[in-house]
């Protein structure tokens, strides 16, 4: 609804002093209409002069603060999760082109029975439960198989989402109950698929992981809290069967990092989330660190990175870019994520790249430089650690990623290229390894390095 | 038109604020979504969670800095759990967050002498009190060339603290019109008063 400028309720409500539904309407105005939200910010400002005159200061945020809350909400991760997207082999120009599009996915949200444009949630799981026979994996086709559908519909958080032992209704029930079963089946899919041929590069999204800017102006960054998993055995299928890389961008750095399982956080615990932080030095380039959240989740809460614009200068996820979003179809009936309230018996293990303020900073001190947050309870992170002091987890998925983004070509690598690449591996080997799972990948790690070397 | 203003609010000492015990306002039957409970809780609690803030830390930047993550923090939560409870969840969160700066602070003394000894005294000068006096007197002079009504209205709400409640009270004008009064007095200041005061 149009709110004309000229209504006394924009001022009224920028001074607080509207309420119920009347407030509301205001409200909704200023998150849909760039000129509502102009007026009230401008009554803002003229308030917020007026009390610092009158009074010497004002009660009143900024509005650079109040911008910064708003980005909060809006913030890239959670409108990309959040949206509802169709896969891209689904997309009309790649229509039929198999699973070689199949890695390159967004998000999208479906529920049903198999056969019924399912949904599959990747991550990379460490805890799997009980197996579900109930489940017939081969009902469900490859491209459901593969798309990271992550949401399940509404229903209450259950107490002890680890435990669910009943027979899933709904795949993602069935990846939530099953991870590792569900991993394996992708891989097993994926390696037997013999649909590679007219792939259509044009329509893979090529997006690079973006930089934005923390100094000065703070960054809250929602952490996505599920990702797919079909990069890893597609990367396997052209490096192990055809000792040849997969074609640019047909991989997803989050999707190589969330094939493995990690050891499960439990730093920081409330309710159904759990979550983990680690910082170090970036191996490959000295004048950034990386940032790793490991969280899990039962859902129905965002948790949070804030980012210090004290000591931090810019930040990027490393994947998680997005695929243009399409219409639904009778195919794929989607629904909106929004539609959906709970996630269940998710994990994720994001990383983040930062570039500091001041190359130096040891990250000695109390200011934390992340602060990740979930509902009441907070982990700081402020200490800079070396690679080589870092959990194995944590050295394992940098690495990954690091492989991802030389298969990506994505910009500002420092010193990563392929002997670095070598390198970390060989220390990652000489570390020793004790997820079994870590330790087979360095053979497909050492393969592409390889590859990338030639 | 210039004219003399006499307020004499019926309690000079008390300006309108909402604390944590103050009653609830409404809860709207419409439904709304994240980004809007958050747009109105910041409409309805800004002011009064930062002058809350403000009595734990002393500070009006960091009250600023604790209110500003208290919105954030609202982002993560169910609308349909906290809305029934809104205004006790943000000030009990806003509590927290303040006493967190508060330890925080508290190991800064201990740590970093040096980032104390190089904050700025919070005593201001003799000329930059008589440089806010100034400034508060010609936007008051200012205010004084409105119409009568509406720069009664302005003072009361921007120099007491009044709300439009009790402003129609003083005045004997509905809360509707106090409410355009200053909506329409607010554009006027915003286009008469020079840059210099802002």
Request: glycine share 6%; with cysteine; proline share 7%.
């Amino acid at each position: 609804m149009k709110i004309d400028s000229n209504d006394p309720r924009i001022t009224a409500f920028a001074l607080g002093e509207l309420h119920g539904d009347e407030a509301v309407e205001i409200a909704r105005a200023v998150r849909s209409d760039a000129k509502a939200r102009a007026a009230v910010e401008q009554a803002r400002e003229t308030s917020f002069e007026l009390l610092g005159a009158l009074h010497g200061e004002a009660d009143m945020l900024t509005t650079q603060q109040r911008e910064t809350v708003r980005r909060a909400g809006n913030s890239p991760v959670i409108t990309d999760i959040a949206s509802a997207r169709t896969p891209i082999w689904k997309q009309p120009a790649v229509v039929g082109i198999g699973v070689a599009a199949a890695v390159a996915i967004g998000v999208f949200v479906t529920i049903g029975e198999p056969n019924t444009s399912g949904a599959g949630s990747g991550n990379g799981i460490a805890d799997a439960p009980t197996p579900t026979p109930a489940w017939d994996w081969g009902e469900v086709s490859l491209g459901d198989l593969t798309a990271p559908v992550t949401l399940d519909p509404p229903k209450a958080p259950s107490a002890n989402a680890h435990s669910v032992s009943s027979a899933p209704s709904s795949l993602p029930q069935a990846i939530a109950q099953s991870p590792a079963e569900y991993r394996e089946q992708v891989a097993k899919r994926i390696a037997s698929s013999t649909h590679e041929e007219g792939v259509n590069m044009k329509g893979f999204a090529s997006t690079d992981p973006a930089w934005s800017d923390v100094a000065g102006i703070g960054y809250s960054l929602t952490i996505p809290q599920t990702s797919g998993v079909a990069s890893w055995p597609w990367l396997e299928r052209y490096v192990l069967r055809e000792n040849k890389l997969p074609p640019r961008h047909t991989v997803r750095i989050e999707e190589l990092v969330n094939h493995f399982s990690y050891t499960p956080p439990t730093r920081l615990q409330e309710g159904g989330f759990s979550g983990d932080i680690e910082i170090c030095r970036t191996p490959w380039n000295p004048s950034t660190c990386l940032v790793a959240v490991n969280l899990k989740s039962e859902g129905g809460f965002n948790p949070r990175l804030m980012v210090s614009d004290d000591r931090v200068k810019q930040i990027r996820l490393l994947g998680y870019t997005s695929t243009p979003a399409v219409k639904p179809t009778e195919e794929t009936p989607m629904k909106r994520a929004s539609a959906y309230q709970s996630i269940t018996n998710h994990s994720n293990y994001v990383i983040c790249e930062l570039v500091l303020i001041n190359p130096n900073d040891t990250g000695e001190g109390f200011l934390p430089i992340v602060d990740l947050f979930f509902s009441d309870s907070r982990l700081f992170c402020g200490k800079i650690k070396t690679w080589s002091e870092v959990s194995a987890d944590f050295r394992f998925a940098s690495t990954v990623a690091a492989t991802g983004m030389l298969l990506l070509e994505t910009p500002d690598l420092g010193n990563l290229t392929p002997s670095e690449l070598s390198r970390l591996i060989a220390q990652l080997e000489t570390s020793g390894l004790s997820n079994k799972e870590h330790k087979k990948a360095l053979t497909t790690l050492k393969r592409v390095a390889s590859l990338l070397a030639n | 038109m210039a004219h003399a203003l006499s307020i004499m609010p019926k309690d000079m000492s008390a300006p309108a604020s909402e604390s944590p015990d103050s009653p609830d306002h409404p809860v709207p039957e419409v439904m709304e979504t994240n980004t809007e409970l958050v747009e109105r809780a910041l409409s309805e609690y800004e002011s009064p969670l930062i002058g809350y803030a403000k009595t734990i830390v002393h500070d009006l930047d960091r009250a600023r800095d604790v209110v500003q993550d208290t919105f954030i923090r609202l982002y993560q939560q169910d609308v349909g759990k906290v809305r029934d409870g809104l205004k006790s969840w943000l000030f009990t969160v806003c509590r927290n967050r303040a006493l967190d700066v508060l330890r925080k602070e508290k190991r800064m003394v201990s740590t970093d002498d040096e980032i104390l000894a190089a904050e700025a005294s919070p005593i201001e000068s003799p000329d930059q009190l008589t440089s806010a006096h100034d400034r508060a007197e010609r936007v008051k002079a200012h205010i004084s060339r409105l119409p009568e009504n509406q720069a009664t209205c302005i003072l009361l709400k921007f120099e007491k603290g009044y709300s439009y409640q009790e402003i129609s009270d003083q005045t004997g004008l509905t809360t509707g019109n106090v409410g355009f009064l200053i909506h329409t007095g607010l554009k006027k200041l915003r286009a008469t008063i020079p840059d210099e005061l802002h």
